[in-house]
């Protein structure tokens, strides 16, 4: 059993990952900008998780009331659709904000407590490998997420930590199937499926796995 914060775990992928994490038996809190109740975890409400002195305020609350920390993942994100010809350099900066920046204040907050056996799951994009139109604030930031996890993976290989990503393609959620209503769906991610992968690398079956980035996307 571990202790697990999942950072933006209010979402509808964050929800999942503390259902599965939960189910397996383990102590999870959530920190989030958001507050809210969510069943089989500690909510600690109300963080600006881009805000470094806010997550580590939180992190030790955490701390304290899990018994120890174990584990991270984050999932705090966003998305934006925007050209470059007419978009907005702010739409780039809040990208970076929303992606790359809370998974530094993250992981950065959480290492003071994390010791050998732990480790951080990170959520990048698949799109990354291939960004269509309107696709380069979210994965120019996302890309940053996938840097992260390798750089931090041999920063703490030594200490036994491990670092590693998911890659979605997109994420089965009401907000996808409202925005793209005429999309085939086949091959979107369940939150349920992409949650039970980010339990497998939290777990000592993955302990040879790190800074890999796995590519999620169901068969369509």
């Known amino acids: ?58 992190y030790a609350k955490a701390d304290k009331a899990l018994g120890g920390i174990d584990g991270l993942v984050n999932v705090a994100g966003g998305f934006v659709w925007e050209l470059v010809d007419g978009g907005s350099l702010d739409s780039w900066d809040r990208m970076y904000r929303m992606n790359v920046r809370t998974a530094i204040a993250s992981s950065r ?25 309107g696709m380069a604030p979210y994965t120019a930031s996302k890309a940053g997420v996938a840097a992260l996890t390798e750089s931090l993976a041999e920063e703490l290989r030594e200490k036994g930590i491990r670092v590693n990503a998911v890659l979605p393609t997109i994420i089965d959620t009401p907000v996808n199937r409202a925005d793209m209503p005429d999309a085939d769906t086949s091959s979107w991610v369940k939150p349920s499926s992409a949650a039970k992968v980010i339990a497998f690398l939290l777990s000592q079956e993955a302990a040879s796995i790190t800074g890999v980035g796995i590519k999620l996307s169901l068969a369509g």
């Open 1 to 58: 059993m571990a202790n697990v914060i999942v950072a933006g775990g209010l979402g509808i992928l964050g929800r999942g990952v503390v259902a599965e994490l939960a189910a397996r038996g383990h102590k999870v809190a959530v920190v989030d900008f958001a507050n809210g109740a969510i069943e089989g975890a500690e909510v600690i409400g109300g963080c600006d998780l881009a805000d470094e002195a806010a997550v580590s305020a939180a």
């Open 109 to 133: 907050a959480v290492l003071h407590y994390l010791k050998a056996g732990s480790a951080i799951v990170n959520v990048g994009a698949a799109a990354v490998a291939a960004p269509g139109a």
